[in-house]
């Protein structure tokens, strides 16, 4: 004879989602979850945090732009036409809330639902039957002021947002703002990857972009290094602290700058490089680069191993960063350790932060941030939070695990949302929550000891307090 117990149902995304034991819940309610957020890495607008926009509708809020939503649509089935293409806003809108119910167990699920929770108050599940109503609500509710893009960040507590900014941008948003105590910081993102990639399509203009900002031709290796370290000034005198490099790999090969001038007057030409010289390239300009970030006492930052705009197709009818990019598999080691060490050697290695794409990279990333921690500032080599195809539970719990295991979790630097959405910012919740919960486990178990003062400033300071300390913006 089978007994049947009734099961005990935990309600959908209630005040303990992902919060396991009421250990977990007491860290998460009363340490984490008042922390502020300091975003360090995104790419939201500057332009649409300056002027303070309003969202015509929930769709320009949160569809526009966001290459996850846009994969999920494909995969269900929907039309470009209604992802990217010339469907109305509404229609848009509706095409998502039929794909929400197909993202189960897709981190979308979570961050969907989240996000109507925290900023609009919405507890109904998103689907074909009430994305309408969804879609009429929240576009009204957009109208208010509190909902700005202003008020968004504000309502999420974001102290500091750190945009990603060409080298040659004029940063005219930034410095409108850069007087004014609206409740958050804007700082800009030094990001100069289409002049240290150099057989990007897009480099030669990028030169001209660089040499009429800088009004100064570029007619060799050291014109370039002139105008980028006249940039990094720039940069530098509106709050800049930090830059950023989105490469499949960190190469680090010998060159000589007699080698490097050559190739660059080469590409100058008109004429296209080999794989060998393209390789010498980069490894000196980031080399020289490097340099000048420690000079200014910036932080450095390499996202390593996306391999990009896989699909010609939608390339060639959309255009890049529309979804179509994958983990790749580059060899990252060798070049991570020849690169640091150079400039550790010369005492020119500045803050830095690894992150990687692929999984199989983890105890790699977190034992290299190892090597090159000087004594001069806890966690000066971090290894970044789960990014991009990682940053959902399973990669946070991975990342969070092969830290601790390697490293000290207590000196990590947190969460960001590397997201292009001004309603991506309950990720950082997401994250807190799963480290609440991680923790809360391991006391339970015994492995941990129960001191809820220790544990809890451990987990203030993963949420704000070591970025605070970290960047000193």
């Not at 290796?221 to 509106?238: G, M, P």
């Not at 000589?256 to 390789?279: C, F, H, P």
């Not at 970030?293 to 932080?299: D, I, L």
């Not at 997201?419 to 910012?425: A, I, K, Q, V, Y």
Request: proline share 3%; glycine share 6%.
């Amino acid at each position: 004879m089978f007994c049947i117990q009734r099961l005990i149902m935990k309600a959908f995304l209630d005040e303990h989602f992902l919060l396991e034991n009421s250990i977990s819940q007491k860290l998460y309610h009363d340490f984490a979850a008042a922390m502020p957020i300091i975003d360090y890495h995104n790419h939201l607008p500057p332009d649409e945090i300056a002027n303070n926009k309003k969202f015509i509708n929930i769709t320009e809020a949160w569809l526009k732009g966001d290459h996850y939503k846009w994969r999920a649509m494909r995969a269900n089935g929907i039309d470009e036409n209604y992802i990217t293409g010339s469907g109305s806003d509404k229609s848009k809108f509706l095409k998502w809330a039929e794909t929400v119910p197909y993202t189960m167990r897709n981190p979308l699920f979570h961050w969907t639902h989240l996000e109507l929770q925290r900023y609009f108050g919405i507890k109904d599940l998103l689907t074909k039957n009430s994305g309408e109503a969804i879609y009429e609500n929240t576009s009204d509710q957009l109208q208010s002021n509190d909902l700005s893009t202003q008020g968004l960040l504000k309502k999420m507590k974001v102290k500091v947002v750190c945009t990603t900014d060409d080298p040659t941008d004029s940063l005219e948003h930034h410095r409108k703002l850069k007087d004014i105590d609206w409740g958050c910081k804007m700082i800009p993102g030094f990001r100069p990857d289409k002049l240290v990639v150099i057989e990007n399509p897009e480099f030669l203009n990028k030169i001209q972009d660089l040499a009429a900002i800088s009004d100064k031709p570029i007619n060799d290796l050291q014109d370039l290094l002139d105008a980028l370290e006249n940039r990094i000034e720039f940069f530098h005198s509106l709050g800049g602290r930090i830059a950023d490099h989105g490469l499949s790999q960190l190469y680090a090969i010998d060159f000589t700058e007699d080698a490097v001038d050559e190739i660059l007057k080469k590409r100058l030409t008109g004429q296209m490089v080999s794989n060998e010289e393209a390789i010498q390239f980069q490894t000196c300009l980031l080399y020289h680069l490097a340099k000048m970030y420690h000079n200014k006492s910036w932080v450095m930052q390499f996202h390593l191993g996306a391999i990009r705009n896989n699909n010609q197709r939608l390339l060639d009818n959309v255009g890049a960063d529309v979804g179509c990019d994958s983990i790749g598999d580059f060899s990252q080691a060798e070049g991570l350790a020849r690169f640091f060490n150079r400039l550790d050697t010369e005492g020119k290695l500045s803050k830095t932060i690894i992150y990687n794409l692929n999984p199989r990279d983890n105890e790699v990333f977190a034992t290299m941030v190892g090597n090159y921690n000087d004594g001069r500032i806890a966690g000066k080599i971090q290894w970044g939070s789960a990014w991009w195809f990682l940053d959902q539970k399973d990669g946070m719990e991975n990342q969070i695990n092969v830290l601790s295991n390697m490293s000290l979790l207590s000196r990590f630097i947190g969460m960001l949302t590397d997201s292009r959405s001004f309603l991506s910012f309950p990720r950082h919740e997401y994250f807190r929550r799963i480290l609440c919960n991680l923790i809360g486990q391991d006391v339970e178990k015994g492995m941990l000891p129960n001191d809820e003062k220790w544990l809890g400033q451990i987990i203030q300071d993963i949420c704000y307090n070591n970025a605070q300390s970290y960047f000193q913006f």
